[in-house]
């Protein structure tokens, strides 16, 4: 007898499938397929493939912006807040490959409201870390957006040549003084 399969189940295979195959590779038949399940069960808890995708894409919202947020707030003071965040992100492969196939399908219409979405968020959140550190508001947003575009940029560099991505916490400590301008 064939396990049940749950709503988290399908959302995390979607996910995963999305990181490998990007947004084309939510598709229920494969999935279904890939989980061991009926097609039925995937129909049983979302109405079509779209609530499936965007069910799938709250999900990457969730656990790879607000859960990661949450994380880091639990630092004492920004700079360590940011140290965390740079080190937790640039040290999952599989976070990057889901982000680089989220900005590949930036024109499809159920991923751009979410991208655009996460990425103020993020941005939002940088500029608070930035500000904390004695930025004036200006200068803030312009370090935020410095330090998301290096994120993006190590996270494209960890997928495609994961060999140029080297030094470990030396690289962390160079990113962070070159966002920061502190040494």
């Not at 079509?48 to 790879?64: D, F």
């Not at 870390?129 to 803030?140: S, Y």
């Amino acid at each position: 007898m064939k396990k049940r399969r749950t709503k988290d189940d399908w959302t995390a295979v979607a996910l995963q499938a999305l990181a490998e195959g990007g947004v084309a590779a939510v598709a229920v038949e494969p999935l279904a397929a890939r989980i061991g399940a009926t097609k039925g069960s995937a129909y049983w808890h979302f109405p079509n493939r779209e609530a499936l995708l965007k069910a799938t894409l709250e999900r990457w919202e969730a656990e790879h912006t607000e859960a990661v947020i949450a994380l880091v707030e639990a630092r004492d003071t920004p700079l360590d807040k940011l140290r965390t965040l740079f080190a937790y992100v640039l040290e999952d492969p599989e976070s990057s490959t889901i982000e680089l196939a989220m900005l590949a399908a930036k024109d499809d219409p159920a991923v751009a409201p979410v991208l655009a979405r996460v990425t103020e968020r993020r941005i939002a959140y940088l500029e608070e870390l930035f500000a904390a550190l004695g930025f004036p508001a200006d200068t803030a947003h312009h370090r935020a957006v410095l330090a998301y575009s290096i994120y993006l940029g190590q996270a494209q560099l960890l997928i495609a040549t994961p060999h140029v991505v080297t030094g470990g916490r030396a690289l962390l400590e160079d990113t962070i003084a070159a966002v920061t301008g502190r040494g």
